[in-house]
């Protein structure tokens, strides 16, 4: 199925489109918006009139598309700012499995979505995609750690076990076939 490039919220100006995304996303009111108070978030019927008065016919439908897929967008954006942070902070000592199932899951929700909406502009498609690439860096970085955590543990357990067994008197070849065989470890 062809990708749809030009809808009506495509074709309104970057600035509308930037006051629409803020009055979805963060339900915040424009300031040029019409009348002097304006309670609770800005429903779509709300976005439909401010975008008449500034000129533009756009369909309640074509904003709630809109809104759908800004708020999907500012959720990507958001876990890839976690993912920065996780891996930020991330150390030997809390890299986890969890992490890493955690990025893979939003990286395949991310996926799903972007799979079964066929209305994604240039730009959407890049800062969704620079969610999925920060997700899928905090999955590699994670296993990469748990991969240092799990060669440290076994360098340790093999110094300690070559240890007592010198001590205990054991053949030096017998020492290292027994690290190799049950540890991995071979001889360096």
């Known amino acids: 199925m062809p990708r749809r490039v030009h809808n009506s919220i495509d074709r309104l100006p970057a600035d509308l489109r930037d006051i629409l995304t803020r009055m979805v996303v963060d339900n915040e009111w424009p300031a040029d918006y019409p009348g002097e108070h304006h309670e609770g978030n800005p429903r779509y019927e709300d976005i439909v009139f401010y975008c008449n008065i500034k000129g533009f016919a756009v369909s309640k439908s074509a904003i709630g598309r809109f809104g759908m897929q800004m708020r999907t967008i500012s959720r990507m954006k958001s876990a890839g700012l976690m993912a920065r942070e996780t891996m930020a902070n991330l150390t030997n000592e809390n890299a986890s499995k969890t992490q890493k199932a955690a990025a893979e899951m939003a990286t395949a929700l991310a ?7 066929d209305d994604f502009t240039s730009k ?3 800062e969704v995609s620079q969610a999925i690439r920060d997700q899928a860096a905090v999955s590699i970085k994670a296993d990469q750690y748990i991969r240092e955590q799990l060669k440290e543990k076994i360098a340790t357990a093999a110094k300690s076990t070559k240890s007592k067994l010198t001590k205990a008197g054991v053949d030096r070849k017998l020492i290292q076939e027994i690290i190799d065989e049950h540890l991995g470890v071979t001889k360096s």
């Open 124 to 126: 959407q498609l890049k």
């Open 111 to 117: 996926l799903e979505f972007m799979a079964s909406h």
